[in-house]
């Protein structure tokens, strides 16, 4: 008797319909293209970091966010500029685990 085990954090993981919807080769270009809106989306944590205090010309309150998710079977830590309405503008850092583990040491280390 075989058993499956799914991770309970799969279930955050969008890219298994998405997938299936749009075909695997065109979202494999839609999520290269928005990168930062997929990792944010994939977020199951969040630790706010403080204010961005931005460039001179830049006219936007923003934050920055570092964020823990699960996307296409992995784990997803990255350090994110947001704004007032808590939508993801940039992505300034990624990494990506296999293990939950190692993803959650960085989330609380700041490896994102």
Aim: some cysteine; charged content about 30%.
């Amino acid at each position: 008797m075989s058993q499956t085990f799914v991770h309970p954090h799969a279930e955050f993981d969008r890219f298994p319909a998405l997938a299936e919807e749009f075909g695997t080769d065109v979202i494999a270009d839609i999520i290269a293209a928005e990168a930062a809106d997929f990792a944010w989306d994939s977020r199951f944590a969040e630790r706010n970091l403080g204010a961005w205090d931005g460039f001179e010309d830049e006219d936007f309150d923003a934050g920055i966010v570092r964020i823990i998710g699960y996307f296409r079977s992995r784990y997803i830590v990255a350090t994110c500029l947001v704004d007032a309405n808590r939508r993801v503008r940039a992505m300034l850092k990624q990494r990506h685990f296999d293990r939950f583990e190692d993803a959650e040491q960085a989330f609380l280390d700041g490896g994102g």
